[in-house]
């Protein structure tokens, strides 16, 4: 079993839709959670962080985080051509300081 | 305020040689952390320094070392270059272990 898994796409939604990405992570300790966006040939940026169980929103981002079911999610809402990118989610897993377990990312289409 | 600086951006080397890559985090950061990244693996953490100290260190061999200096700069080396080195890598900063992480541009390395 992978440490941090997402459905790697891609996952194509038309403009102005919502889009939903997953992942899921094995250590139950884990205690922080990051989503990264990254287009293609570009370092990865970060767009959420979230650390306890619930949502947490910023803009037309959402994150929600559920430990218990060792899930965290990101919502975008009203998803623009410019969302295009993949999505990578990371994991700082227990005991791991800034060490960031990475899934393999989501690819993310938004369709005019 | 400036991002996370790497240098140089691209690299062509040859099997055998060695290499050097730096990497200057946000002003007021002071941990840094690196990271490889290829198709076929995706991201891979390398190691995490933090006060000029190395915290983590992920599974790569011993050809593959790093150091932080008391300005909290950076620098990784690959020695004995291997064809399969040929990566983007990532430098991350953030202000402490456990907080956001925040991504240079990437050096990329090409072994021919």
């Known amino acids: 079993q992978k440490e941090v898994e997402q459905n790697s796409g891609p996952l194509s939604v038309p403009e102005g839709a919502i889009a939903s990405l997953n992942c899921t992570y094995s250590d139950r300790g884990s205690q922080s959670f990051f989503w990264y966006r990254q287009y293609s040939g570009k370092s990865p940026e970060l767009i959420m962080s979230i650390y306890s169980n619930g949502d947490k929103e910023d803009g037309r981002f959402t994150a929600q985080l559920n430990k218990a079911s060792q899930y965290v999610s990101l919502l975008i809402r009203d998803s623009q051509p410019s969302d295009s990118a993949t999505y990578l989610c990371?994991?700082?897993?227990?005991?791991?300081?800034?060490?960031?377990?990475f899934g393999t990312g989501t690819q993310l289409k938004v369709e005019l | 305020k400036a991002g996370v600086t790497q240098t140089p951006r691209y690299l062509i080397k040859t099997r055998g040689q060695q290499v050097t890559l730096s990497c200057s985090p946000i002003s007021g950061h002071r941990s840094v952390s690196w990271y490889q990244q290829t198709p076929g693996q995706g991201l891979q953490f390398l190691f995490e320094y933090f006060s000029e100290t190395q915290r983590n260190k992920g599974n790569f061999p011993g050809r593959f070392s790093g150091r932080q200096f008391s300005n909290s700069r950076s620098e990784m080396n690959v020695s004995t270059l291997e064809l399969g080195d040929s990566a983007l890598y990532l430098c991350?900063?953030?202000?402490?272990?456990?907080?956001?992480?925040?991504f240079g541009q990437g050096t990329r390395l090409t072994v021919v």
């Open positions: 990371a994991v700082s897993m227990t005991g791991g300081g800034n060490k960031l377990t």
């Open positions: 991350a900063s953030s202000v402490s272990p456990n907080t956001e992480a925040f």
